[in-house]
Protein backbone atom coordinates (compact mmCIF):
# COMPACT_ATOMS: atom_id res chain seq x y z
CA UNK A 1 0.00 0.00 0.00
CA UNK A 2 1.11 3.55 -0.67
CA UNK A 3 2.25 4.95 2.76
CA UNK A 4 2.26 8.77 3.27
CA UNK A 5 4.37 10.88 5.15
CA UNK A 6 3.49 14.01 6.63
CA UNK A 7 5.58 16.75 8.32
CA UNK A 8 6.38 18.21 10.72
CA UNK A 9 4.50 16.10 13.56
CA UNK A 10 3.37 19.22 14.89
CA UNK A 11 3.86 22.89 13.85
CA UNK A 12 3.32 25.83 16.32
CA UNK A 13 2.51 28.73 14.56
CA UNK A 14 0.98 32.08 15.29
CA UNK A 15 -2.47 33.41 14.00
CA UNK A 16 -2.03 35.61 10.95
CA UNK A 17 1.38 33.66 10.06
CA UNK A 18 1.80 30.98 7.27
CA UNK A 19 1.73 27.42 7.59
CA UNK A 20 3.43 25.32 5.71
CA UNK A 21 2.45 21.13 5.79
CA UNK A 22 4.16 18.51 3.29
CA UNK A 23 2.71 15.00 2.58
CA UNK A 24 5.52 12.75 0.69
CA UNK A 25 4.18 9.14 -0.55
CA UNK A 26 6.13 6.04 -1.28
CA UNK A 27 5.39 6.03 -4.88
CA UNK A 28 3.79 8.09 -7.49
CA UNK A 29 0.23 9.04 -6.68
CA UNK A 30 -0.65 9.17 -10.27
CA UNK A 31 -1.01 12.67 -11.44
CA UNK A 32 -3.15 14.64 -8.64
CA UNK A 33 -5.35 11.98 -6.66
CA UNK A 34 -4.26 13.35 -2.87
CA UNK A 35 -7.18 15.20 -1.20
CA UNK A 36 -6.28 17.45 2.11
CA UNK A 37 -8.49 17.41 5.40
CA UNK A 38 -9.08 19.49 9.14
CA UNK A 39 -10.53 17.28 12.12
CA UNK A 40 -11.08 19.41 14.68
CA UNK A 41 -11.06 18.12 18.22
CA UNK A 42 -14.30 15.70 18.68
CA UNK A 43 -15.52 16.19 14.55
CA UNK A 44 -15.31 14.45 12.30
CA UNK A 45 -12.58 15.36 8.99
CA UNK A 46 -13.97 18.37 6.62
CA UNK A 47 -12.70 17.92 2.79
CA UNK A 48 -10.29 20.59 2.52
CA UNK A 49 -8.50 19.83 -1.39
CA UNK A 50 -9.12 17.69 -4.04
CA UNK A 51 -6.96 16.48 -6.54
CA UNK A 52 -3.87 18.09 -5.10
CA UNK A 53 -4.78 21.55 -5.39
CA UNK A 54 -8.65 22.06 -5.46
CA UNK A 55 -10.20 23.63 -2.84
CA UNK A 56 -13.94 21.95 -1.60
CA UNK A 57 -16.88 24.44 -1.75
CA UNK A 58 -16.93 26.96 1.20
CA UNK A 59 -13.31 26.35 1.99
CA UNK A 60 -11.48 29.72 2.36
CA UNK A 61 -8.74 30.68 -0.45
CA UNK A 62 -6.51 31.27 2.17
CA UNK A 63 -6.08 27.38 2.23
CA UNK A 64 -3.88 26.04 -1.01
CA UNK A 65 -2.70 22.92 -2.02
CA UNK A 66 -0.27 22.09 -4.72
CA UNK A 67 2.48 19.34 -5.67
CA UNK A 68 2.27 16.33 -7.78
CA UNK A 69 3.64 12.72 -8.32
CA UNK A 70 5.09 11.87 -4.71
CA UNK A 71 5.71 15.35 -2.92
CA UNK A 72 2.76 17.70 -1.88
CA UNK A 73 1.91 20.68 -0.16
CA UNK A 74 -0.97 21.95 2.16
CA UNK A 75 -0.65 26.04 2.34
CA UNK A 76 -2.48 28.14 4.61
CA UNK A 77 -1.71 31.87 3.63
CA UNK A 78 -2.71 33.66 7.18
CA UNK A 79 -3.71 31.40 10.07
CA UNK A 80 -7.31 32.25 11.54
CA UNK A 81 -7.65 31.13 14.77
CA UNK A 82 -10.42 28.44 13.70
CA UNK A 83 -7.45 26.78 11.91
CA UNK A 84 -5.57 25.52 14.60
CA UNK A 85 -6.26 21.90 14.32
CA UNK A 86 -5.18 18.40 12.63
CA UNK A 87 -4.39 18.06 8.80
CA UNK A 88 -4.44 15.19 6.71
CA UNK A 89 -3.54 14.20 3.32
CA UNK A 90 -4.76 11.29 1.59
CA UNK A 91 -4.33 9.52 -1.73
CA UNK A 92 -7.27 7.49 -3.23
CA UNK A 93 -5.78 6.80 -6.44
CA UNK A 94 -4.39 2.84 -5.51
CA UNK A 95 -6.41 0.89 -3.42
CA UNK A 96 -6.76 0.67 -0.28
CA UNK A 97 -6.60 4.42 -0.47
CA UNK A 98 -4.12 5.86 2.50
CA UNK A 99 -3.96 8.59 5.14
CA UNK A 100 -0.84 10.08 5.91
CA UNK A 101 -0.66 9.79 10.53
CA UNK A 102 -1.43 14.08 10.49
CA UNK A 103 0.07 17.10 11.06
CA UNK A 104 -1.22 18.56 14.11
CA UNK A 105 -1.12 23.19 13.69
CA UNK A 106 -1.26 24.37 17.20
CA UNK A 107 -0.89 28.17 18.46
CA UNK A 108 2.58 28.92 19.66
CA UNK B 1 -28.44 19.38 1.50
CA UNK B 2 -26.16 16.31 1.53
CA UNK B 3 -26.61 14.89 5.40
CA UNK B 4 -24.83 11.52 6.71
CA UNK B 5 -26.27 10.23 10.08
CA UNK B 6 -24.95 7.33 11.63
CA UNK B 7 -26.36 5.40 14.82
CA UNK B 8 -25.55 6.31 18.03
CA UNK B 9 -22.32 5.15 20.49
CA UNK B 10 -22.34 0.94 21.31
CA UNK B 11 -20.65 -0.51 23.62
CA UNK B 12 -20.12 -3.94 23.53
CA UNK B 13 -18.34 -7.46 25.11
CA UNK B 14 -15.49 -9.26 23.62
CA UNK B 15 -17.10 -12.05 20.92
CA UNK B 16 -20.60 -9.99 20.58
CA UNK B 17 -21.76 -9.07 17.11
CA UNK B 18 -22.48 -5.64 15.78
CA UNK B 19 -24.02 -3.51 13.18
CA UNK B 20 -23.87 0.29 12.97
CA UNK B 21 -25.63 2.12 9.86
CA UNK B 22 -25.25 5.47 8.18
CA UNK B 23 -28.72 6.96 6.63
CA UNK B 24 -27.88 9.18 4.03
CA UNK B 25 -29.67 12.57 2.65
CA UNK B 26 -30.05 14.44 -0.48
CA UNK B 27 -28.34 13.19 -3.09
CA UNK B 28 -29.22 9.77 -4.99
CA UNK B 29 -27.52 7.04 -2.92
CA UNK B 30 -27.04 4.19 -5.68
CA UNK B 31 -24.48 6.64 -7.76
CA UNK B 32 -21.99 7.23 -5.11
CA UNK B 33 -19.76 4.81 -3.25
CA UNK B 34 -19.83 4.98 0.05
CA UNK B 35 -17.51 3.86 2.99
CA UNK B 36 -15.97 3.50 6.37
CA UNK B 37 -13.08 5.15 7.78
CA UNK B 38 -11.88 3.83 11.25
CA UNK B 39 -10.34 6.42 14.11
CA UNK B 40 -8.64 4.38 16.93
CA UNK B 41 -8.33 6.89 20.28
CA UNK B 42 -5.75 9.17 19.90
CA UNK B 43 -4.89 7.84 16.44
CA UNK B 44 -5.13 9.00 12.52
CA UNK B 45 -7.62 7.89 9.92
CA UNK B 46 -7.85 4.04 8.75
CA UNK B 47 -9.75 3.80 5.16
CA UNK B 48 -11.83 0.48 5.63
CA UNK B 49 -13.74 -0.30 2.43
CA UNK B 50 -16.26 1.09 0.24
CA UNK B 51 -19.60 -0.50 -1.44
CA UNK B 52 -20.97 0.69 -4.57
CA UNK B 53 -24.94 1.06 -3.69
CA UNK B 54 -25.90 0.65 -7.93
CA UNK B 55 -24.71 -2.64 -7.86
CA UNK B 56 -23.46 -3.97 -4.54
CA UNK B 57 -19.75 -4.10 -5.54
CA UNK B 58 -17.40 -3.78 -2.96
CA UNK B 59 -13.95 -2.92 -2.09
CA UNK B 60 -11.76 -3.62 1.18
CA UNK B 61 -8.79 -2.92 2.44
CA UNK B 62 -6.61 -5.73 3.12
CA UNK B 63 -6.17 -4.97 6.31
CA UNK B 64 -10.16 -5.18 6.85
CA UNK B 65 -11.02 -7.77 4.68
CA UNK B 66 -12.71 -10.79 6.66
CA UNK B 67 -12.95 -8.55 10.08
CA UNK B 68 -16.25 -6.62 9.10
CA UNK B 69 -19.05 -6.56 6.45
CA UNK B 70 -19.90 -3.66 4.62
CA UNK B 71 -23.66 -3.51 3.17
CA UNK B 72 -26.17 -1.22 1.61
CA UNK B 73 -29.97 -1.09 1.78
CA UNK B 74 -30.83 0.92 -1.28
CA UNK B 75 -34.78 1.14 -0.12
CA UNK B 76 -33.74 3.47 2.30
CA UNK B 77 -30.44 4.74 1.41
CA UNK B 78 -28.39 3.43 4.47
CA UNK B 79 -24.79 2.00 4.40
CA UNK B 80 -23.97 -0.39 7.29
CA UNK B 81 -20.78 -2.06 9.02
CA UNK B 82 -21.50 -5.18 10.66
CA UNK B 83 -18.64 -7.40 13.00
CA UNK B 84 -19.75 -10.91 14.26
CA UNK B 85 -16.97 -10.91 16.76
CA UNK B 86 -15.78 -8.05 18.36
CA UNK B 87 -12.52 -7.62 19.95
CA UNK B 88 -11.49 -5.07 22.52
CA UNK B 89 -9.13 -3.73 20.15
CA UNK B 90 -12.20 -2.69 17.67
CA UNK B 91 -12.49 0.24 19.99
CA UNK B 92 -12.80 3.33 17.82
CA UNK B 93 -14.89 5.82 16.15
CA UNK B 94 -16.12 4.75 12.84
CA UNK B 95 -16.93 7.18 10.24
CA UNK B 96 -19.12 6.92 7.52
CA UNK B 97 -18.34 9.12 4.17
CA UNK B 98 -19.27 9.43 0.70
CA UNK B 99 -16.71 8.90 -1.53
CA UNK B 100 -16.89 11.95 -4.96
CA UNK B 101 -16.05 9.70 -8.40
CA UNK B 102 -18.38 7.47 -10.71
CA UNK B 103 -19.28 3.69 -10.75
CA UNK B 104 -15.77 2.73 -11.77
CA UNK B 105 -13.84 3.71 -8.96
CA UNK B 106 -14.55 5.75 -5.68
CA UNK B 107 -12.45 8.89 -5.37
CA UNK B 108 -12.07 11.04 -2.44
CA UNK B 109 -14.53 10.99 0.41
CA UNK B 110 -16.46 14.28 0.47
CA UNK B 111 -18.93 14.27 2.98
CA UNK B 112 -19.24 12.15 6.40
CA UNK B 113 -21.21 11.40 8.64
CA UNK B 114 -20.32 12.54 12.60
CA UNK B 115 -18.88 9.51 13.81
CA UNK B 116 -20.11 6.29 15.87
CA UNK B 117 -18.16 5.85 19.05
CA UNK B 118 -17.53 1.59 19.26
CA UNK B 119 -16.50 1.13 22.87
CA UNK B 120 -15.48 -3.56 23.30
CA UNK B 121 -14.73 -3.85 26.60
CA UNK B 122 -15.47 -6.94 29.10
Known amino acids: EVVLTQSPGTLSLSPGERATLSCRASESVSGTFLAWYQQKHGQAPRLLIYGASSRATGVPDRFSGSGSGTDFTLTISRLEPEDFAVYYCQQYVISPQTFGQGTKLEIK | EVQLVQSGAEVKKPGESLKISCKTYGYSFTNFWIGWVRQMPGKGLQWMGVIYPGDSDTKYNPSFEGQVSISADRSISTAYLQWRSLKASDTAIYYC???????????????WGQGTLVTVSS
Open chain 2, 97 to 111: ARHNGGSYSPRFPDY
